[in-house]
């Protein structure tokens, strides 16, 4: 079974490939689609020839894609299945010439001969190109061929396809070969029994004149041999003479047909496109030419407009988006934002009324006084301490009289002295321990109250900052309301530049089908005119294919018949008179054997 075919510029396929599946396979295509070229492909590729190619219609070269771009060469490749192997035939065509591989389960079994190859596909499909061709593969218009043909020849002709003919020739020619054997021994025996029972003279003369007459038959058989030979050369020249007429002439009533059938499809498309043409009968090509190009320049004016209004039309809406989204901004974050910044304001403002700054900052400079009041006291009674410290320590270095007077100083009397420095101290400690209490209160109420004083100063600049932004609000509203008005101008405006848009492009639509259909009528008046003069070429054609069948006008198919027969028959005369001059000739060398022994008798 056939599974894959490949194609590569084989006349109209650039590069196909046909997958093939079991059961029937269908191909369906118009005209020229390559249909009968994909047949042609596949008997190629299995014989190295096909029909056309093989009558001589078409040439090798012409195999060869040459539209749209000529190629150098073309290759065909086809994959069956036998006997659970694949084998992959591949022949290419190239400058003339033809090599070809043969590959089995992708392994190379012969290349590149194309002969070779052909003779093993042969072998492995058990029939060659002419049984394919004869019954298997039918050609283009020959499907009916056997219905053509005359009741009484129809099994002589399915004879000839299948070359059973053949056998028939060779069984008839064997019975002659017979016959002459048979004859050819009776005769040897006949003369054998005469040379038993004559003596040696009358054997010698027998023997003689049996000789002289055998050179004698085979002269005549030999006049006759030639004659026959010249005889049957004449036949078969004028048998091939008259095949050639015969298929020429089958070609013509063919090509006679096929022209008949354009022509007459031709007239009908004729007559279609006329009742189409109805609506332009009184316009001429020039008038239908200039309305094309008066429809094309408006259609062209029309689209630069649209083009222009179009443009009109986008920066509008990108300037209506642009409005909208300032006026969304506007009411969603910046009216609002400021509306809430003026009620901050506000309170801010009922805010500062409640607090007294200038008590405030009184109080403040009350305190820091305070403080700096204890800080100094605080310095003092330390400064003190480290004096009566310093003055205890000399009082204890001193013996019994008084540094300032000389005056001799008790013990009880310096004890006095001792207590109450000592005294001063713990009194100035208390002071200090005091002090620093109190500086510590201090510093506490004025950072306090300064953070107070800082956070009323905050909200002072804060009441400044946003003092005036009723104004703000004021523009900010004022410019709402001329953003809406102009963003309902400008919608209004859009509506007018739609309507204008969708007027042009009613009219550039309307004149376009115009245009399109003015199109169509120049295409179809020139499709006329080109099948009116395919018209004149089909019947001069047709003409000229029936002139040359008036050439043919003495071809007798009934004489082509009698010569075939007589070709036929010439051909087994030839080989009768062959074998009869063989036979006379092993006859005669017999013969001339036994005169050898025989002669020295004479002669005594």
Known sequence: ?????????????????????????????????????????????????????????????????????????????????????????????????????????????????????????????????????????????????????????????????????????????????????????????????????????????????????????????????????????????????????????????????????????????????????????????????????????????????????????????????????????????????????????????KKLKKLKVKDSDKKLSKLKKELEFNQLALQRAQVEIEQIDKSITEFKKLKDSCPICDNKLSSKKKKIIMDKKKKNIRDLQKTIVKSKKEIKKLKSSVEELERDLSQIDDLIKRYENIKDKDKELKFAKDALKVLRGEIFEHLNERKMLEKTLSMIQKKTDELKERRDETKDFISKKKEVNDKFERIKEYNNKVNDLKQEKQNYSRFSATVLENLEKEFKDLIVLEKEIETNMNNISSIAEEKKKRLKPLSPLKSN
């Not at 008997?43 to 078409?58: D, E, R, V, W, Y």
């Not at 012409?62 to 694949?86: C, G, H, W, Y």
């Not at 004879?159 to 021994?185: C, G, H, M, P």
């Open 1 to 349: 079974m056939i599974t894959k075919l490949q194609l590569k510029n084989w006349r109209s396929h650039l590069d196909t490939n046909i997958d093939f599946s079991e059961g029937t396979n269908c191909f369906i295509g118009s005209m020229g689609a390559g249909k009968t070229s994909i047949l042609d492909a596949i008997c190629f590729a299995l014989f190295g020839t096909f029909p056309t190619l093989q009558s001589k219609k078409i040439k090798l070269e012409d195999i060869i894609m040459k539209k749209p771009k000529k190629q150098d060469r073309a290759e065909v490749s086809v994959t069956f299945q036998l006997d659970d192997n694949e084998w992959t035939v591949k022949r290419l065509i190239d400058k003339g010439r033809t090599t070809a591989e043969l590959r089995k389960n992708a392994h190379l079994v012969e290349s590149p001969q194309s002969t070779k190859v052909t003779k093993q596909v042969n072998s492995l499909l058990k029939l060659d190109y002419d049984l394919f061709t004869r019954a298997i593969y039918s050609e283009q218009n020959q499907l009916d061929m056997f219905l053509t043909i005359p009741k009484g020849l129809r099994m002589k002709k399915i004879d000839q396809l299948l070359s059973i003919d053949k056998f028939e020739k060779a069984k008839a020619t064997a019975k002659q070969v017979s016959r002459k054997l048979k004859t050819s021994i009776e005769e040897k025996k006949q003369v054998y029994q005469n040379l038993e029972s004559d003596d040696s003279l009358k054997k010698l003369d027998t023997i003689k004149r049996e000789l002289e007459k055998l050179i004698q038959d085979k002269n005549n058989l030999d006049k006759k041999l030639s004659q026959t030979t010249d005889r049957r050369k004449f036949v078969e020249k004028e048998v091939t003479n008259l095949k050639k007429q015969q298929k020429r002439i089958q070609e013509i009533e063919e090509q006679i047909k096929t022209q008949s059938a354009l022509l007459e499809v031709a007239e009908k498309d004729i007559e279609k496109l006329k009742e189409c043409l109805m609506p332009i009968a009184e316009k001429t090509d020039q008038d239908l030419e200039r309305e094309f190009r008066n429809l094309t320049t408006e259609i062209s004016k029309i689209q630069e407009s649209l083009e222009k209004e179009r443009s009109n039309f986008d920066f509008l809406i990108k300037v209506i988006a642009q409005k909208e989204a300032k006026v969304t901004l506007m009411v969603s974050e910046k009216i609002p934002e400021l509306e809430e910044i003026i009620r901050e304001r506000d309170e801010l403002k």
